[in-house]
């Protein structure tokens, strides 16, 4: 990710600890074999008044409780821990401990489970809950831009909904499904034609992998385009380098996100390749007012640096970041001397002036 969202937009999290506790008692008396309160009485006292008239939770809890028949007090433990290990977000996304996931319950109890916690997460939108946990990333957070690709750009609160991703997907790990911790607003593209319903906690050939944790990111991935290619690119109607991506830090967590959600492949097709012949004509716009006459290799040389360094200080905002790589690059080479590069920034550059 470019950049992570405020832990802050996490604390709301009362419905989803409140859904915990209700499913920790409903196993704990049923171990006891102590009688199970009915509703509304089952709801922790707390948290009763925001709740009881939910029959749609009443009736699933119910049929959850109707699933336990049966069931051993070791298949309860079982289950009681397998929803407290698929909460711990943070923890399971850095490989610091797993969990099982829905599959590995009882038959009995994974469509309850699922149905139950899925409503849940419907009811966060009815609860406010959702919202609230939108607001306040949008307004706490320097961009308004999907951090996972950098490019798509996120409405304003009370205006349409923005995605809101499941990370630990909830088909597998349901009991997360209402945890703001697993929750995080995702541009649309992102959510529904590349994260999909991925497990980000396996590959594709079910091998154990690592990813940063979305409310917890310190400094954000950097892009390097440093080894691309002047000319080598495979368009015939344009000069187009080809682009060698390269992240920074070259991290495990990083290749996750890379694989989830196709950065590399979109940069490429979706941003470098269709725009780098409208971003050389905005820099000799740039060049207008910037380059001092009479224009010289040596000035052209000291703006496209000076470029970088102004895009660079506009961040993830209009894709300035990516400008920034770019004209790094192609300052590194038009200093190398690259006569063909030096020729094509030249005319540019020349040809508005
Ligand atoms: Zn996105």
Redesign the pocket.
Known sequence: MYFGYPIEATTGNWFHECMTEVIITINTLRKAGQVIPEWPEIIPEHYRASLYTRTGLKDRLKVYRESLEGLSNVDLDHISNAMIMQNEISRLLSGECNCESIDELPISVRGPIIDLFTFGFKLLTDLGIRDSQYQLIYERTPYHV?P??G??YFDAPKGPREALDHYLVESKYPFAAANLKNLVP??N??NSRYKLAQDILYDNEGHRRHSSYPYNIVNGVQISLLRSEPFEGTSSLFPLPRWQVDFEPASEEVSTWDTVFHIEERLKRDVLDSDFMSWLGEFSVWCRDSVARPISQERISEALLRYSDSMKENGIKDRAFLKAAVFLMLHNYYQQGNQRLIDLVNGVVIGRM
Do not use: A, L, R, V
Request: with cysteine; proline share 0%.
């Open positions: 999907c996972f690709c490019c798509e995702m541009g593209k992102c």
